[in-house]
């Protein structure tokens, strides 16, 4: 016979059809049946309905969830992506995280079943990525857990106690032009076009998406501004488009249009025939891969930061040959490194730097050139050093 549990919170009763004890009770006017589990003590059987019953008493109990990890993440990132509350560039980011997450066995486990320790075994098996992708994964289980809360399907955040590991890669070395290599690759410019953008990146710190998105409405010469408002990005298929927005909302920034770039900028506007300030010839926007493989050529031919490497190819079906292939390490986002140097050599402060740059805050700038400020500091005093000699 069944036995009620006080203030209708359930039934507990023996089956003689099952040969088992079970708990049956209600929760959200939905029926739902606890058995005792094959050789389960009766003891144990009571002291699992005890619990339930705390907790349908205090409204922190879980419905049973059959959802794993990585179905909770991807249905997260497809309703961002429908709701139109992430970028399709986001949304294509996200899915190459969520694929790192997909590849362990951790994605095939219940959300409500994983705990901190497989959360922290996971994340320790990452450091081989950057510290950019490390970040970008424990990110990604923070917002799976958090909306698991959220939905009701857990009480409790694993990741709470879970400690992000560091990369056993070194941090990629911020590096710029030296000021005779920057000389070096300015006298290597020869096409028109690519010499406009270029210099335009050399000298304003601009990313180079930045400028190939920059259209005539953002241009302002009347008060000698540039409006920094979008920029180059991929769908989710991977393809190159004009993005909506910038990088990040502080990379939505004003830059001053100074005479370095005045009269370049005035020649790209009006010889332009679209909307867009740089487009190819057939009036379709250049991309950032292209300008990499422009400035790589011409870094190459300049002999800036070029190494030999021996490659072996082949002459017909029975002969090969070794060739030594000289190309240069360096890449086009070296020119806002190089901008930013420039602007610390000629004293500018870290602040201003930061808004020219588009930095969300001061520790990034001071944290990405950290190496030049300590070079300037050292100058800095020098020239306090030289004056209290003359007191």
């Known amino acids: 016979m069944a036995r009620k549990v006080g203030n209708g919170e359930g039934s507990l009763y023996y089956s003689e059809t099952e040969k088992k004890w079970i708990f049956q009770y209600y929760h959200n006017g939905k029926q739902h049946k606890m058995r005792q589990k094959q050789n389960e003590r009766v003891k144990d059987f009571k002291k699992r309905v005890t619990d339930i019953k705390k907790t349908l008493n205090d409204n922190t109990y879980i419905e049973k969830i059959d959802i794993t990890l990585y179905e909770l993440g991807k249905e997260i990132n497809d309703n961002k992506f429908k709701r139109n509350l992430i970028s399709s560039a986001t949304y294509g980011k996200d899915k190459a995280t969520l694929k790192i997450i997909q590849n362990d066995n951790i994605s095939n486990l219940k959300i409500q079943k994983i705990n901190s320790h497989q959360l922290q075994n996971f994340m320790d098996k990452q450091c081989h990525y950057s510290n950019e992708v490390i970040n970008k994964i424990f990110q990604m289980l923070s917002r799976i857990f958090k909306e698991a809360i959220r939905l009701d399907y857990i009480n409790k ?53 930045e400028i190939l998105a920059l259209k005539k409405e953002d241009i302002d010469f009347g008060n000698k501004i540039i409006h920094i408002q979008r920029t180059l990005t991929r769908d989710e298929f991977g393809n190159t488009i004009i993005g909506e927005t910038t990088k990040t909302y502080n990379s939505q920034r004003i830059i001053p249009i100074t005479s370095l770039i005045e009269d370049i900028l005035k020649t790209c506007y009006n010889q332009s025939t679209t909307d867009l300030i740089f487009t190819r010839s057939n009036n379709m926007p250049f991309t950032v891969s292209m300008m990499n493989l422009q400035f790589n050529r011409i870094c190459t031919n300049a002999n800036l930061g070029v190494e030999t490497k021996i490659i072996t190819r082949k002459i017909n079906n029975e002969k090969t040959r070794q060739i030594n292939h000289k190309k240069s390490r360096y890449n086009q986002h070296m020119l806002r490194h190089t901008y930013a140097t420039r602007c610390i050599e000629a004293g500018m402060p870290a602040e201003v730097l930061q808004k020219l740059l588009g930095h969300s805050d001061i520790q990034t700038t001071i944290n990405t050139y950290t190496t030049i400020f300590d070079k300037f500091k050292n100058k800095q005093v020098d020239i306090f050093v030289e004056y209290i000699n003359k007191i």
């Open 157 to 209: 955040d694993p990741m709470i106690n879970v400690i992000k590991p560091k990369s056993n890669k070194l941090n990629a070395k911020v590096e710029s032009l030296s000021v005779e290599e920057q000389k070096a690759f300015m006298s290597q410019l020869q096409n028109e076009k690519y010499k406009n953008i270029f210099t335009i990146a050399i000298y304003t710190g601009m990313r180079m998406g």
